[in-house]
């Protein structure tokens, strides 16, 4: 069974740091794109990231060398480091895997972490 | 950036009536089109890729049209548990975008 388990999330003040993780079971993440998707809250969604299985990354415009993606194939997780965070990055950060094949959409997402930035 | 817009923002209808969502894309994303459902506190929930197929064990109520910029999702026979946001999402490039939901109420 495809399970995502994201961890990590809490409460940090402007400027500082954090780093989610996506624990993942029932498949190799290393074969699949993922990504981050967040949701501040009340609003839509917001994609923020991807790896894909080469290992070729891109992140959002909103967080560019603000925040980075990256993988453990030896844990099978994903990660988000998340610098220099700002109170408009409050929002609940899911991850979420690419269709097989790299076509389609996001066909199995975690429970999701909320990330609060305040002071 | 590839922009997307849907309309409407939000409806009202009742169970068994046929609703219909659209998304328009800000250039051509041929059928690199998504389709999700969320509801409150739960993770968003893949019902139709590229367009127009239907996600394994997604009821055949939900379908999906279109290509190009203009997109359509329609549920035929509304069921009380489709009560729910709907986004869309191209990604035919990167950054990937969601448009703005759709927020389906009780009437």
């Known amino acids: 069974e495809v399970q995502l388990v994201e961890s990590g999330g809490g409460l940090v003040q402007p400027g500082g740091s954090l780093r989610l993780a996506c624990a993942a079971s029932?498949?190799?993440?290393?074969?699949?794109?993922m990504n981050w998707v967040r949701q501040a809250p009340a609003k839509g969604l917001e994609w923020v990231s991807i790896?894909?299985?080469?290992?070729?990354?891109y992140d959002g415009d909103s967080v560019k060398g603000r925040f980075s993606i990256s993988r453990d194939n030896s844990k099978n997780t994903l990660y988000l480091q998340m610098n220099s965070l700002r109170v408009e990055d409050t929002a609940v950060y899911y991850c979420?895997?690419?269709?097989?094949?790299?076509?389609?959409?996001?066909?199995?997402w975690g429970q999701g972490t909320l990330v609060t930035v305040s002071s | 950036d590839i922009q997307m817009t849907q309309s409407p923002s939000s409806l009202s209808a009742s169970v068994g009536d046929r609703v219909t969502i659209t998304c328009q894309a800000s250039?051509?994303?041929?059928?690199?089109l998504n389709w999700y459902q969320q509801k409150p506190g739960k993770a968003p929930k893949l019902l139709i890729y590229?367009?127009?197929n239907l996600e394994t064990g997604v009821p055949s109520r939900f379908s999906g049209s279109g290509s190009g910029t203009a997109f359509t999702f329609t549920i035929s026979k509304l069921q009380s548990e489709d009560f729910a946001t709907y986004y869309c999402?191209?990604?035919?490039?990167?950054?990937?975008?969601f448009g703005p939901g759709t927020k389906v109420h009780i009437k």
């Open positions: 999402q191209q990604y035919d490039s990167l950054p990937f975008t």
């Open positions: 979420a895997r690419g269709r097989s094949g790299g076509s389609g959409g996001f066909d199995f």
């Open positions: 590229d367009a127009s």
């Open positions: 790896i894909y299985s080469g290992g070729y990354t």
């Open positions: 029932g498949f190799t993440v290393s074969r699949y794109y």
């Open positions: 250039q051509d994303i041929s059928n690199f």
